[in-house]
């Protein structure tokens, strides 16, 4: 406060640095986002297409015990590699609240006793 010739001043200090700081993560995950969408396509269809030429090896070129055992390992691979991106894109989802929750009826026991 100032007060001089009559009149008083008032002045006040702000920190925005964590405003700022907030901008900047608001931003970061928007890019964030942005990037993994744009990439959904790009991962995704070369995996598809690596299954795919595996199942076809498997089931077509009836090849010999050795190598339907490695066909079997990059198929299972490329399973595992589709899940986890399928799951990134779930997070990615959840971050922007456009997740869609599916209800379903399942065998509880069907899966806990296989």
């Known amino acids: 406060i100032s007060v001089g010739s009559g009149r008083a001043s008032l002045y006040t200090l702000k920190d925005i640095t964590e405003s700022r700081k907030v901008e900047h993560l608001k931003l970061a995950n928007l890019i964030k986002a942005r990037i993994l969408g744009s990439l ?5 269809n ?59 009826f399942f065998d509880l026991r069907g899966i806990i006793n296989s």
């Not at 066909?71 to 691979?77: F, L």
Request: hydrophobic share 40%; proline share 2%; with cysteine.
């Open 46 to 104: 070369p995996i598809n297409c690596i299954l795919n030429s595996l199942e076809y090896c498997k089931k077509k070129l009836g090849a010999d015990m050795k190598s339907q055992k490695n066909i079997n390992i990059a198929i299972t691979n490329s399973h595992i590699l589709l899940n986890k991106y399928n799951d990134l894109l779930d997070f990615l989802k959840i971050e922007m609240k456009q997740l869609e929750i599916e209800f379903a």
């Open 40 to 44: 959904s396509h790009e991962l995704r």
